[in-house]
């Protein structure tokens, strides 16, 4: 007995149906029958902004598929990028600095990765990152706590191991 093969938008519709459905009637002499038509979209944009990879004219271009498979491999060819100046919130004299983000992923697009692309919020990001370490280590360790309770309570204490560290640094 043959087994009548099932187109694939059959077997999605049984596995997980489709958001849209297009259908139309077809007369066949007395009776109507329905058909539906596959839902495909097509999009015409330049998708990859200030992009330092040379992209072909848009009449040469070839539509690309895109899923959620492939998409990360479409992102890498196309290496979308924004660049710009931003006003400089996290400075009291104010002023502008340079912005460039590239994205070669979905993954590009967390707020840890754009973060990683700013210098000044990287730095921000890294003074978190070492005082959460700090505080860690403080936690069970009543040592430390109390040596840097002292240290902040003596204002020349700290102002004798800023002027140490900052000898250490220039040499």
């Given at each position: 007995?043959?087994?009548?093969?099932?187109?694939?938008?059959?077997?999605?519709?049984?596995?997980?149906?489709?958001?849209?459905?297009?259908?139309?009637?077809?007369?066949?002499?007395?009776?109507?029958?329905?058909?539906?038509?596959?839902?495909?979209?097509?999009?015409?944009?330049?998708?990859?902004?200030?992009?330092?990879?040379?992209?072909?004219?848009?009449?040469d271009r070839k539509f690309v598929n895109v899923d959620r498979?492939?998409?990360?491999?479409?992102?890498?060819?196309?290496?979308?990028?924004?660049?710009?100046?931003?006003?400089?919130?996290?400075?009291?004299?104010?002023?502008?600095?340079?912005?460039?983000?590239?994205?070669?992923?979905?993954?590009?697009?967390?707020?840890?990765?754009?973060?990683?692309?700013?210098?000044?919020?990287?730095?921000?990001?890294?003074?978190?990152?070492?005082?959460?370490?700090?505080?860690?280590?403080?936690?069970?360790?009543?040592?430390?706590?109390?040596?840097?309770?002292?240290?902040?309570?003596?204002?020349?204490?700290?102002?004798?191991?800023?002027?140490?560290?900052?000898k250490k640094d220039e040499s």
């Amino acid at each position: 007995m043959a087994t009548k093969r099932q187109s694939v938008q059959k077997r999605l519709q049984k596995v997980r149906p489709p958001r849209v459905q297009l259908t139309y009637d077809v007369e066949l002499g007395d009776a109507i029958e329905k058909k539906e038509l596959p839902f495909v979209v097509g999009v015409v944009a330049d998708l990859a902004g200030q992009s330092e990879v040379e992209q072909p004219k848009l009449k040469d271009r070839k539509f690309v598929n895109v899923d959620r498979d492939n998409l990360d491999d479409v992102m890498k060819g196309l290496a979308p990028r924004a660049a710009y100046q931003v006003e400089n919130k996290l400075d009291q004299r104010g002023g502008t600095f340079a912005v460039d983000l590239t994205f070669n992923s979905m993954e590009a697009f967390s707020p840890e990765a754009v973060v990683e692309q700013i210098e000044p919020l990287k730095r921000l990001l890294d003074a978190r990152t070492k005082l959460a370490d700090l505080r860690n280590k403080m936690a069970g360790n009543s040592k430390l706590e109390d040596l840097l309770a002292d240290v902040l309570n003596n204002t020349e204490q700290l102002q004798s191991l800023g002027q140490g560290a900052g000898k250490k640094d220039e040499s």
